[in-house]
């Protein structure tokens, strides 16, 4: 009986450390330079990248990829179907295939998220007529969409709470971007960053209530980690030489946890290019993960 238990115990541990990978899009060259973007992926464990899948439109591709939580798809940002358009396909054994548009929807649509219990997705619109952007949630196979809040800034990195019952989010009602929280139900909207500097990119821990969001608080781009509810605020990285970003370019950053909730991936702007960093999520042990003259972005830890 021992024998069983161990033996299964190792498979668990086998396969949550070979599904523990980082996904994240690739360009030749600076950022917004015209080359084409491509899905990479990398080994944390092995530490080695390859190439997930080939951009499929010269001067765009695809970038800000997702898994959901049961490993079976991946869910991106794609132009191959005319426009800035959400895709999903099948993910099995690092392969995309049967690959498809997510909705039947008109407007442009960003940065997609499965909910932790994998029944929906967060994503945002675009719309060129009105030239206003809009969040919507639906169901996992992009039907029944329905706005859920519209903020001042398009084409930006959205999460959920652990609880399935909340968006993280960024928004801007002053000169500066801060982070909000929304309930499901409409009857908490909270801005949580409250400090006068640009705030974006929060992902969520999945395993306990903590924020990590990106800001230009101290003159550079710095990882922070917070409380849920917006308290005890950390800087995890005060000694990386970032450069500060535009913010018209927030689109390219992005936070995420490891699914144990002890790591946190996300890139920063390191002599002129994008590059991927790991740290643990008490702010020990920094690793720069990628060093290349490439513009590396949006890294999402499948969990």
């Known amino acids: 009986m021992n024998f069983i238990i161990t033996f299964l115990l190792i498979i668990l541990n086998?396969?949550?450390?070979?599904?523990?990978?980082?996904?994240?899009?690739?360009?030749?060259?600076?950022?917004?330079?015209g080359t084409t973007l491509d899905l990479m992926i990398?080994?944390?464990?092995?530490?080695?990248?390859?190439?997930?899948?080939?951009?499929?439109v010269k001067k765009r591709g695809e970038y800000n990829a997702v898994v959901s939580p049961d490993?079976?798809?991946?869910i991106f940002n794609t132009y191959q179907f005319g426009g800035w358009k959400i895709a999903i396909g099948d993910f099995k054994?690092?392969?995309?295939?049967?690959?498809?548009?997510?909705?039947?929807?008109?407007?442009y649509e960003y940065c997609a998220k499965y909910s932790p219990d994998g029944s929906k997705i967060v994503y945002q619109e675009y719309?060129?007529?009105?030239?206003?952007?809009?969040?919507?949630?639906?169901?996992?196979?992009?039907?029944?969409?329905?706005?859920?809040?519209?903020?001042?800034?398009?084409?930006?990195?959205?999460?959920?709470?652990?609880?399935?019952?909340?968006?993280v989010f960024t928004n801007a009602?002053?000169?500066?971007?801060?982070?909000?929280?929304?309930?499901?139900?409409?009857t908490v909207v909270k801005k949580i960053s409250n400090h006068n500097?640009?705030?974006?990119?929060?992902?969520?821990?999945k395993v306990t209530d903590k924020i990590a969001f990106l800001s230009d608080k101290t003159g550079k781009i710095d990882l922070f980690v917070m409380d849920i509810d917006g308290e005890n605020i950390t800087n995890l990285t005060p000694n990386l030489k970032t450069s500060d970003t535009d913010v018209n370019n927030i689109w390219?950053?992005?936070?995420?946890?490891?699914?144990?909730?002890?790591q946190i991936v996300f890139n920063a702007l390191i002599n002129g290019n994008l590059e991927l960093f790991i740290v643990n999520a008490d702010g020990t042990a920094l690793n720069q993960i990628t060093e290349n003259n490439d513009s590396d972005i949006t890294p999402f830890w499948i969990n």
Do not use: C, H
């Open 93 to 107: 054994e690092e392969q995309i295939t049967n690959v498809k548009k997510l909705t039947n929807r008109s407007n």
């Open 42 to 56: 990398y080994d944390p464990i092995q530490k080695t990248t390859k190439l997930l899948l080939k951009g499929t």
């Open 197 to 205: 500097a640009n705030n974006f990119a929060p992902s969520t821990s």
């Open 71 to 74: 490993y079976t798809k991946i």
């Open 173 to 186: 009602k002053s000169k500066y971007l801060s982070i909000y929280i929304k309930s499901i139900d409409g």
């Open 127 to 167: 719309n060129w007529g009105t030239n206003g952007a809009t969040i919507y949630i639906a169901d996992k196979n992009g039907k029944n969409a329905k706005p859920f809040f519209k903020p001042n800034i398009s084409d930006q990195n959205l999460d959920w709470t652990r609880d399935n019952k909340s968006i």
């Open 252 to 262: 390219a950053y992005k936070t995420s946890w490891s699914p144990d909730g002890k």
């Open 14 to 33: 086998f396969t949550v450390t070979a599904q523990s990978k980082i996904i994240f899009s690739r360009s030749n060259g600076t950022l917004n330079s």
